[in-house]
């Protein structure tokens, strides 16, 4: 997420904190019941996406379970940006409610109950840390291939990133349809401006699912400026990019293959 820095969970307040960190359990249960009113980022000191959030009720479902993602892996920080407190010790509770609300949402027929089912099984690595460290940061090695020459002789060719997509825009937009095949890919993305009241989210879905109809996980979710890339997990088959953007002044994301 922004500023993309790890920190312990229930760590004491930075400081010079006038108030108490945010209830990581309170801010669960009003996303989960009040979500789309924005309850939880009025909760949370954050006026204007909460007004934007209830104007829009709640993105027509998609901000509300961007929302419940981020608050249910612990990565959801409050106006000051201080992660949210009990995170530890009630993250297990919350888990095990919220899928028992799915379960019965799921029977009775709800469809953002069964969006959200879809995210519990294969949560993303939503946070996207910039640790120096990390291999997701470090570009891949290229890979060898030999190849024969005119006249029989083994040469060695590097593997080098080729572009198969970019998608530029301001707020929510989709790509035409596009190829992946085995080889190693990997993902750019820069979203600039919207530094106080912005979300946004990444989905490289297959050609006929329908987001607001089908679900999707989200390959990355930002609540604020951010440039970073990501390695890119799918298998072979036909592709297209969708964006959901709001309050950022722009944003451009690439797909590259490395072949």
Known sequence: MSNHIQQAYDAPGYPGDQAPAKSFVATWLLSLFFGFLGVDRFYLGKIGTGVLKLLTFGGLGVWVLIDWIIILTGSMRDKSGRLLEGYAKHRLVAWIVTAALLVVGMVSGGSSAAMLAKTAADVPAVSQQADP???????????????EDPVGEAVEEAATWQEVVTLKGGTDKSSSTFDLTDAEARMTYSFAGGEDFAIGAIYVLEEGIVLLEDGGIPEVMLDGPAEDETALHKSAGTYYLDVNAANFSGWTVTIEELR
Request: avoid cysteine.
């Open 133 to 147: 460290s990390s291999a997701a940061a470090a570009p891949a090695e290229a890979e060898e291939e030999v190849v």
